[in-house]
């Protein structure tokens, strides 16, 4: 009978411990969602980027054409960067960079952004003259 109670007790151990770091990996988890809400929320344009990322680079290229300054969220510069892609696929739907955001609307990636700057839908989401841009 002894040995059944030292083993339920060591099984009830275990589940604590399994539930108390479960809610703790769902709490940081979160904070990352929260993270990217916020982030999103605060700023009128945001990239989430990687520095060295050629798409990257041409979505802020877009942004620099129409004398815009986003917010970059240069991931591959933080140790924390991983955790900040997994909470875009939970707010998105996707891991990859860049991920454009105006007004706290999604635009999409690279491909989206420079379609919308080319038909003047991006000039009307940021309330500037369509009339000068430039051909990227």
Same mark, same amino acid.
Request: glycine share 6%; proline share 3%; with cysteine.
């Given at each position: %009978? /002894? =040995?059944?109670? !030292? ?22 988890? @979160? ?18 980027? =990687? ?8 979505? =802020? ?7 815009? %300054?986003?917010? !970059? ?9 991983? =955790?900040? @892609?997994?909470?875009? %696929?939970? !707010? ?31 000039? %009307?989401?940021? !309330?500037?003259?369509? /009339? ?5």
């Amino acid at each position: %009978m /002894a =040995k059944s109670v !030292v083993v339920s007790s060591i099984l009830i151990v275990l589940l604590m411990i399994t539930r108390i770091y479960t809610c703790n990996a769902n709490a940081a988890e @979160q904070s990352y969602v929260d993270f990217v809400k916020e982030t999103i929320s605060s700023h009128p344009i945001v990239i989430f980027s =990687k520095s060295y990322c050629g798409f990257c680079k041409r979505a =802020k290229a877009v942004f620099a054409e129409l004398n815009q %300054m986003p917010f !970059v969220v240069e991931i591959d510069q933080r140790d924390d960067g991983y =955790k900040i @892609q997994d909470a875009l %696929m939970e !707010v998105v739907g996707q891991r990859t960079v860049p991920q454009v955001f105006i007004n706290g609307q999604h635009i999409g990636g690279s491909t989206d952004t420079v379609h919308a700057y080319e038909s003047g839908d991006l000039a %009307m989401l940021l !309330v500037i003259d369509p /009339a000068n841009k430039v051909e990227l």
